[in-house]
């Protein structure tokens, strides 16, 4: 018995791709364009995420009620009447951090180069000083916010590099 998928989102008033044909890459022009599918009267988008996390299919709801009709879902998620887009991939990020450097924002305004907020007192090195004399459970505390509000803002995944400045409570594991 095959494995039952693990997510159907259907009724979508519309899904947007980055790419139509299963380019693994995009060049050029071809960066500017995307793929949009969109759904027709009384006919919505219906997306297909197998058991390994990966789209399997997006078509109108009738092709995907006709196709897989005989299968499972772990979980049906009704789109009616809403557009479906990626999220934002995050790259490099550091959100393990404490102390800010909102006084440093005026200085800048002003005109004042990095080395001269540096000599200031400010720049990254106000920064480190302040993480390292966090608590983990403050940390841990401000991540968990920064990280909601990534989520919030349409983030879906983050590469989250720490920079090993307590090594004895790392959030490299995190």
Not at 38 to 52: K, Y
Not at 99 to 121: I, N, Q, S
């Amino acid at each position: 018995m095959p494995k039952p998928n693990r997510l159907l989102i259907r009724s979508a008033a519309q899904v947007v791709q980055v790419v139509a044909n299963g380019e693994r890459t995009l060049t050029g022009k071809a960066m500017g364009e995307l793929a949009i599918v969109s759904g027709q009267e009384g006919d919505g988008v219906s997306i297909v995420v197998d058991c390994d996390g990966r789209i399997a299919d997006i078509a109108l709801d009738s092709v995907v009620q006709a196709k897989y009709s005989k299968t499972d879902f772990s979980q049906v998620i009704s789109a009616s009447g809403k557009s479906v887009i990626p999220g934002l991939v995050d790259a490099h990020t550091h959100p393990v951090w404490a102390g800010d450097r909102v006084h440093e924002f005026a200085m800048k305004l002003a005109g004042a180069t990095y080395m001269e907020v540096h000599a200031a007192g400010g720049g990254i090195n106000y920064t480190v000083e302040h993480t390292r004399n966090a608590s983990q459970g403050e940390l841990h505390a401000s991540l968990c916010q920064r990280l909601r509000r990534m989520i919030k803002s349409g983030k879906s995944m983050s590469f989250l590099p720490h920079g090993k400045l307590k090594t004895e409570s790392s959030y490299s594991e995190i």
